[in-house]
């Protein structure tokens, strides 16, 4: 005889008839439902008729900090406790060519605090810093824990991917959310975002919420109720926590591409970055500043981290790092030891008149057509591929003059991208002025 899925107290479609006729879930079911199906003995057509229940009956804060909680503990947390700083975690829902992390990481340590970042690859048209990093020749991201907390404890930072041990809920929810069309409801969101970045140890978090074409959430409200989910479920769990709502109807810097990033991250910690990206870097990481108390006012905070980027102090740490994860530190030197790709493309304007538009997610995906990103899990990236935007929203364009660069390596696809970057390109006759980037601070 099969057995009936069932597990301690209500039975498993209890809860779902529960949650389905809009009741609230405690504490405890939510246990039994995240354990039962971690431990494969929830099956999947239960917990998909869970989750569209959530999806369509959503969750309460109480609720949401509770799967937020149980998530993180499905699996191995990586403790900080014993480590001396102040441990930090940032975190962006998703955008294109944002290269802050490879900016942050070294300028955060620098200013005296200990990062401790997982972070993730490519999927869909935004790009992921593991896939950057890892086109520093030699340099290595797949560290074992002890080799990961070790550096830690003796550098004050290091950068790994996520291991399959840590958030087992969120990873196996995911899959299903996905075929299931469960990914867009804002408790899961929630949830899946806060429990890895519980589980990460960090004390202080900041979220760089994307809005725009380019986002996850493109439209401001969803963004905002996310940041506030977000935040308000942080607090709870006992971090201290901030959101930024940021612009990413354009991609954020001149770059998009893995070792175009990574050139680009290092040309912001030599101080000669473009704008967009030092003043973003430097807002997010001033958070961090004022939650570990190294600083009390934000503006002095903001002003510290454009000091460290422009006095090499960020710079020597980024070089630490490198070093330190086995890969080649002559890169911050000589580019030429990065991955290049064999042919560059100009895009020419069409006409002379100003860059009203440049569609962030079309060029996300222009970047993914060349082999920058990945379709699915699984696809090799190209690191040497991209994007390299001459022209941004307010710049002038000149008939005949290039608006972009395809930095290509095979003629696949390159139809296709050449005309996505194109159509991305909108230009006017009336000067627009560029989109404020930091849009909205949501704390606690
Ligand atoms: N990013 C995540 O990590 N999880 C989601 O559910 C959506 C975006
Ligand atoms: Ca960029």
């Known amino acids: 005889m099969r057995l009936k ?28 439902l995240i354990n039962g199906f971690v431990s494969e003995k929830i099956p999947d057509y239960q917990m998909s008729a869970l989750l ?42 998703g955008g294109v060519g944002d290269t802050t992390s490879l900016v942050l990481i070294p300028l955060l340590a620098s200013a005296g ?31 074992s824990r002890k080799e990961f907390l070790a550096l830690v404890e003796d550098s004050g930072f290091a950068l790994a991917d996520h291991t399959e041990d840590m958030v087992p809920a969120d990873r196996l929810l995911y899959e299903l959310r996905d075929v ?10 929630t949830a899946s975002i806060m429990s890895k970045k519980i589980a990460g140890g960090a004390r202080g978090i900041v979220i760089d919420v994307k809005v725009g074409a380019g986002a996850f959430l493109p439209r401001l ?27 990413m109807s354009q991609p954020l810097g001149k770059m998009v591409g893995n070792s175009l ?34 600083e009390t006012r934000q503006e002095d905070a903001v002003q510290k981290l454009h000091e460290l980027l422009h006095n090499g102090a960020a710079l020597d740490k980024f ?52 082999g920058a990103g990945r379709f699915v899990k699984g696809d090799t990236v190209d690191h040497a591929v991209g994007i390299e935007l001459i022209k941004k929203i307010g710049d002038r364009a000149e008939k005949g003059k290039p608006l972009a660069i395809l930095h290509v390596n095979s003629a696949a696809s390159l139809e296709e991208a050449r005309a996505m970057v194109r159509e991305a390109y909108k230009i006017g006759e009336r000067s627009v002025v560029a989109p404020e980037l930091v849009i909205e601070r949501i704390a606690a």
């Open 319 to 370: 070089r630490t790092l490198i070093g330190n994860q086995s890969g080649d530190p002559a890169v911050i030197e000589d580019f030429s030891l990065l991955p290049t790709a064999s042919k560059q493309i100009n895009i020419l304007a069409p006409r002379a008149g100003v860059v009203t538009e440049l569609n962030a997610l079309m060029i996300g995906r222009a970047a993914n057509l060349l």
């Open 221 to 247: 409200e969803d963004s905002r109720q996310l940041a506030c989910g977000l935040v308000s479920i942080g607090t709870q769990l006992g971090r201290k926590i901030s959101a930024i709502i940021t612009d």
């Open 52 to 93: 569209m229940a959530i999806y369509f009956r959503g969750m309460d804060e109480e609720e949401t900090a509770s799967l937020t909680d149980i998530m993180a503990h499905s699996g191995e947390m990586l403790d900080l406790s014993a480590m001396s700083g102040f441990p930090v975690d940032k975190h962006s829902t």
């Open 5 to 32: 899925p069932r597990i301690e107290g209500m039975k498993t479609v209890d809860l779902i008839r529960k949650k389905r006729d809009g009741g609230t879930l405690t504490r405890v079911e939510i246990r039994n």
């Open 180 to 189: 299931t069309s469960t990914i867009d409801s804002l408790p899961l969101i």
């Open 113 to 143: 605090l200990t990062v401790a970042k997982l972070s993730g690859r490519a999927l869909g048209h935004t790009g992921g810093t593991i896939d950057k990093l890892e086109s520093i020749p030699g340099f290595r991201t797949d560290l």
């Open 261 to 294: 990033e990574v050139k680009e991250a290092i040309r912001t910690l030599k101080g000669e970055g473009p704008q967009d990206l030092e003043d973003l870097s430097c807002e997010l990481g001033a958070e961090l500043l004022l939650f570990s108390e190294k």
